[in-house]
């Protein structure tokens, strides 16, 4: 019997695959710039083996799954007041930049945005 393979060969080689397709999946959350650097990520294969009531045979079941880690939170802030002349509730995004000066890539700051907010009884 000089011919053994892993267990993980069955299914001609699907666990295997199933594995790979995780692993794609951990590489792809470490290189995504919105997720943490450092924090680790992994993969955990489960294969579980199910006999039969006579112990002649064996079901054998293999899941890969992979823990991920979600996006960053993204951060910003607002400044909120209300319009004197309509008492009409808005928020302005507040800007790293006054607008209209240039940051130091050349880009001009936009004018913050206003959102008008529904006040409830309003």
């Known amino acids: 019997m000089s011919d053994t393979s892993s267990i993980l060969e069955m299914a001609r080689g699907a666990i295997i695959e199933q594995f790979d397709v995780e692993v794609g999946k951990v590489i792809n959350n470490i290189l995504d710039p919105n997720t943490e650097p450092a924090k680790k990520r992994s993969i955990t294969l489960t294969v579980d083996?199910?006999?039969s009531a006579d112990r002649q045979?064996?079901?054998?079941?293999?899941?890969?799954?992979?823990?991920?880690?979600?996006n960053n939170a993204?951060?910003?802030g607002i400044y909120i007041g209300a319009d004197t002349s309509t008492g009409?509730?808005?928020?302005?995004?507040?800007?790293?930049?006054?607008?209209g000066q240039l940051a130091f890539d050349g880009e001009e700051t936009e004018e913050p945005k206003i959102f008008k907010i529904a006040a409830g009884g309003r």
């Open 49 to 51: 083996f199910t006999p």
């Open 57 to 70: 045979n064996v079901t054998v079941q293999a899941t890969a799954k992979s823990k991920l880690l979600p």
């Open 74 to 76: 993204i951060k910003t």
């Open 88 to 99: 009409e509730i808005q928020a302005y995004e507040l800007m790293p930049n006054i607008p």
